[in-house]
């Protein structure tokens, strides 16, 4: 079983849906959760950094973290063309900066 | 936020040969990391670069294999030594300052 598991999609909605991406773990130790996207041929850019349960919210963006059951998600609202991407989630204990990360998820959102 | 370039961007090598992978961070950092991204997959974590000492390599990564360099704390050298074909991956340098930047990665190719 992966520490991380993320469905990788791919994952196809139209302009102005609401995405809703998720990631389990079965890991206790991590403490730190992330999500980046990755365009096609670039490296990953941080989007989202929480270290807490709840909710934290960035503009279109909200990621959700629930540790009792090991879940995070991510939602993006009014999803945009320029949002289609590769998105990964996350996640380290104390030894910051080595990360483990999902399987990533392809979304695509058309016009 | 820190600013990390990579050389080459791409490359394609012949089997049996040997790739050196550059990493300039525009910054002092202390930690210093390289994943793989191998087709279709996540990022897996090869090494943290340790300045001054050897670098600590995560299970199934070894030292002969991926030669690792630190010589000061703005850069930093990955070799990914006698290639196979099973080696074609996107290798993408990290540095953690407060939260993790990612470099534009090397797209390596072994035909």
């Known amino acids: 079983q992966k520490e991380v598991e993320q469905d990788p999609g791919p994952l196809s909605v139209p302009e102005g849906a609401i995405v809703s991406l998720n990631c389990t773990y079965s890991?206790?130790?991590?403490?730190?959760f992330m999500w980046y996207r990755q365009y096609s041929r670039k490296g990953p850019e941080l989007l989202m950094y929480?270290?807490?349960?709840g909710n934290k919210e960035d503009g279109r963006f909200t990621a959700q973290v629930d540790k009792s059951s090991k879940y995070i998600s991510l939602f993006i609202r009014d999803s945009q063309p320029s949002d289609s991407a590769t998105y990964l989630c996350?996640?380290?204990?104390?030894?910051?900066?080595?990360?483990?990360f999902g399987q990533g998820t392809i979304l695509t959102v058309h016009p | 936020s820190a600013v990390i370039s990579q050389k080459p961007s791409r490359d394609i090598c012949q089997r049996g040969t040997s790739l050196t992978i550059q990493c300039q961070v525009d910054?002092?950092?202390?930690?210093m990391f390289w994943y793989r991204q191998q087709p279709g997959q996540s990022l897996t974590l090869i090494a943290t670069?340790?300045?001054?000492?050897?670098?600590?390599?995560e299970s199934g990564f070894v030292i002969d294999k991926f030669p690792i360099s630190r010589p000061n704390l703005t850069f930093s050298t990955l070799t990914v030594s006698n290639m196979s074909p099973e080696d074609s991956s996107i290798y993408l340098c990290?540095?953690?300052?407060?939260?993790?930047?990612f470099g534009q990665g090397t797209r390596l190719t072994v035909v």
């Open positions: 990290s540095v953690f300052q407060t939260e993790a930047f």
């Open positions: 890991n206790s130790a991590f403490q730190y």
């Open positions: 996350a996640m380290s204990g104390t030894s910051y900066g080595k990360l483990t």
């Open positions: 910054s002092q950092v202390t930690m």
């Open positions: 670069a340790n300045q001054g000492s050897e670098a600590t390599y």
């Open positions: 929480t270290y807490s349960s």
